[in-house]
Every structure is written in C-alpha cells, then in structure tokens.
C-alpha cells in the first residue's frame, strides 16, 4: 500500500479544479515521458475520495496528483519507495538514494485560486488549460526552445502522429544451413561479417537502423554492390 506523504493525519482533501500535470516522470534522473500513471500523493482512504487538492496540518494548499512511470509507480504500490512531505515541499525516499526533492513540485494555493475563478470557467477540461496558468516558472522566455521544458529542462514528448499508421509489410523466414563444430560457427560469422558491412555503410550515409529486421536490408544491399561491381572486385587488374 502506498504511504501517505506525512505521518500527520490530519491533511484535508479539497475538491477543486484540475490542473495540467508533470510531461515527465516525477522522480530526480528519471526522464520517463511515455506510459505516465496519474498518482495521488495523499491516498484516496485518507482523503475521502479522489480529490486533486490537499490542505496539510501546516495549512498550505497542495496539487495532491503528480505523474510518475509504470516502474516507479509500482515501487510507491508495493511501498518500495516514498514520496514525502517537509517544509512545503515533496521528496522521493528510496533504499538506494539519499532524499531527494522532486523534479516536478505539485501547484498551491495561487493556481488554485486562478483556476477557481470565474472567468477561467471551473467546467474547464483539464487537458485544454493554458501552460500559462502554471505559473511564472513555466512561461517560455524569448528565445527558449518550445520542445524542452522551461521547469526541468527535459525534452517534451512529441505528439502522437495522427496520420493513419502505416500497413505493416507480410514477412516470414528465410534459413540457411552453416556450419557448426569446433572449428566454426557459422552463424556467428555471418552475424559478424553482417555487423561490419553495417558499418561500413553507416560511414557512407546508408544507416539501415538497428534490429533483426534490417539484416536483410544490409545483406541484400552488400550482396548488391558485390553483383555490380563484381568484375572489377576479382579481376586480377
């Protein structure tokens, strides 16, 4: 069970506008941007429901969700790790690190204010409220890039390509028979003689990737070459 940022019990949970979240995981030197999973600070049992706000014993006002990875998500659940509440601020407690403050701190009052007034309308949908509202610390100066985060300084996921996704191609497998007895493998030679005709390309613009897939790419590309150039290659000239 995930543990609560204070021992105190006598945090309030607030109902309240929703605010934009954390693009990347919460935790110090990770830099997770994908699969995120919305986490409540204070956990519904003690707050009495799934509220986004939290008022604690010291009576300031707090974002009570934060963004964190599946991997991280899971050490919170399974109560490997901590996220803690001092002073008016959260930090991630493990096993291995030293406490460390968040790389992302949850909003206050002020945003809770701003969000809450009329003119920002609270039926808002959280995932259409302007940047700007996060405060001066996330407002672009002039000059910064617009793909880094002007708060952590991390680079922002792209969004999702909406184009309709490319058909994958019909593959199936090929086989060829090699040696194999103490004097030679010959898969491992064929891997090897693949990997250095990989190189040999990449230095002549022709990178093909990385995987099992772009093997054939590489062979029928070096295969090539050796056809087209095979009269000059084992002439005796």
Known sequence: MTRSPSEDRRSEGIDGPHYTLNLVCVVPGCGETRSLHRHHLWRKSDVIGDKWWVRTKDGLLHGN?????????????????????????????????????????????????????????????????????????????????????????????????????????????????????????????????LTAAHEELNKYGLPYGEGKKVKYYILTAALGMFVTHAQALMSDE
């Not at 964190?68 to 959260?90: K, P, Q, S, W």
């Not at 009329?118 to 409220?129: A, H, I, R």
């Not at 302007?130 to 300084?153: F, I, K, M, N, Q």
Request: net charge negative; charged share 30%.
């Open 65 to 193: 969700c934060v963004r964190v990875c599946g991997h991280h998500h899971r050490e919170l659940t399974d109560n490997v790790a901590r996220i803690a509440y001092r002073e008016g601020m959260f930090w991630w407690k493990d096993a291995i690190l030293d406490p460390m403050m968040l790389n992302w701190q949850p909003p206050g009052e002020a945003l809770y204010e701003e969000l809450s007034a009329p003119e920002n309308g609270k039926g808002d949908d959280p995932d259409l409220l302007l940047t700007e509202r996060l405060g001066a610390s996330h407002v672009l100066l002039e000059g910064h890039d617009p793909d880094v985060c002007p708060t952590c300084l991390r680079k922002l996921p792209k969004p999702k390509d909406e184009s309709a996704p490319e058909v994958k191609k019909v593959r199936k497998t090929w086989s060829v028979a090699v040696p194999l007895d103490r004097w030679e493998d010959g898969a491992d030679v064929i891997d090897e003689l």
